[in-house]
């Protein structure tokens, strides 16, 4: 039985994770989750899976559960941050699913980096903004970090099991291109908000969705692929491929090239990465038809490619680039959702932002946080010198 501390429960991915998890009692047991402001669904899941420890730190959700579960002798409900990194630390934990959205999330990640256990990582935004910090850390504590993002997920499988990279000639990381491909960034200005979430292919959180109708998410994915496979940015080529059923794509140099391919859906990933090191799970996905299959790939768009060297640049320089960007993109996002700024000038605020803020070479711990804060502040200026 592996032991699960599913960090960010109540999301989009949290429902994926539970639904593997629920389909393999006999391999897989919750044991506690953290959650930030959803409490219907948080006490959903408590009773579901009679849960032993729940985690929040919103003064509202605590107090709300402390109060629906008074006579919950079996319950933990913390609340302080010594408690969840207890928690994570606790010898029958086996496995922490780091499933935040944004930057909010690498605080428990760095927790989670520093147990010695496996991370399943979706919370891709805590890479991009310390993966510079985040993987030694793992690599001290001998902490195994495996992607759940189905792009990486699918590279990790394709490795095969000694993850070895020595023989990679080019990796393909496949982008559906969102509900704007074939659209110019200009004709973006009257999107709506419920266009811009509506993805073609995926159910996913409202950031993310905003992201991969932008391709900032693609941006974040090749960064992320740079840390977690160690590789040059030369080696990852971005291809669009609307019908995201090839995840990603490993050429070797012999002239192999190796795909993972599903249907899109976040729970083939899931289960792959909650059975590492063992056989697999059951899933009752749906399976690819592959008579009727038409697969088709093209480039990214031109006016797209400018966001992308800003990402290539970003892997091969480091240190504060990646908090710059995706702390411009959290706010360039936010102002979108609440209809501050139109669609197209997310672009707008993630370039001038990222030519304000001045860039450092080297980061830690204390560092990324005044960054990423300094950073907030500039991109807030930007959006109002706009709205
Ligand atoms: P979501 O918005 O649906 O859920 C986010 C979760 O994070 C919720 O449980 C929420 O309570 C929690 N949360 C948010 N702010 C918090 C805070 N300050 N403290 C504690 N918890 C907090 O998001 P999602 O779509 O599930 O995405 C989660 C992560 O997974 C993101 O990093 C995203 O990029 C990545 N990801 C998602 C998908 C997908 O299909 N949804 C695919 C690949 C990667
Ligand atoms: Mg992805």
């Not at 990640?109 to 256990?117: F, H, L, P, R, V």
Request: charged share 25%; proline share 2%; aromatic share 8%.
């Amino acid at each position: 039985m592996k032991n699960i501390i599913l960090l960010g429960a109540t999301g989009s991915i949290g429902d994926s994770v539970l639904s593997v998890i629920k389909q393999n009692k006999n391999k897989l047991n919750l044991l506690g989750i953290s959650f930030n402001s959803n409490i219907p669904k948080a006490k959903y899941i408590i009773n579901e899976f009679r849960l032993k420890n729940v985690y929040s730190e919103s003064d509202e959700s605590h107090k709300s559960l402390k109060h629906a579960f008074k006579n919950n002798y079996e319950l933990n409900i913390l609340k302080d941050k010594s408690e969840l990194e207890e928690l994570l630390n606790e010898d029958d934990v086996d496995i922490i699913v780091s499933a935040i959205s944004g930057f909010a999330g690498l605080e428990s990640t760095i927790m989670a980096a520093k147990t010695g256990k496996t991370i399943l990582l979706a919370n891709k935004e805590s890479i991009v903004a310390a993966g510079d910090v985040i993987l030694p850390l793992a690599k001290k504590h001998s902490t195994e970090i495996v992607p759940i993002d189905s792009e990486h997920n699918a590279i990790f499988q394709c490795l095969g099991f000694d993850k070895k990279t020595d023989d990679v000639s080019k990796i393909v990381i496949t982008a559906s291109g969102g509900p704007f491909l074939n659209k110019k960034i200009s004709q973006l200005s009257k999107v709506t908000k419920k266009e811009a979430l509506s993805h073609p292919n995926w159910e996913m959180g409202a950031k993310i969705s905003i992201d991969s109708a932008s391709l900032v998410n693609k941006c974040l994915e090749l960064i992320e692929a740079r840390y977690l496979f160690d590789l040059d940015e030369k080696f990852f080529e971005i291809v669009v491929h609307p019908q995201s059923i090839i995840h990603s794509i490993v050429t070797y140099k012999d002239g192999s090239s190796i795909c993972q391919m599903s249907n899109p859906d976040m729970r083939v990933p899931i289960a792959h990465a909650l059975s590492v090191n063992d056989s697999r799970l059951n899933l009752d996905f749906s399976k690819i038809d592959f008579s009727s299959l038409s697969l088709t790939f093209q480039k990214i768009p031109e006016d797209r490619v400018q966001i992308f060297n800003i990402a290539r640049y970003i892997c091969n320089n480091r240190g504060s680039s990646g908090i710059i960007f995706n702390a411009a993109n959290e706010i360039a996002v936010q102002s979108f959702l609440n209809e501050q700024i139109t669609f197209d000038k997310i672009y707008e605020v993630i370039y001038r932002t990222f030519d304000t803020v001045s860039l450092s070479k080297s980061i830690d711990l204390e560092t990324i946080y005044e960054i990423d804060n300094q950073t907030r502040i500039e991109a807030k200026k930007v959006v109002k010198s706009i709205s």
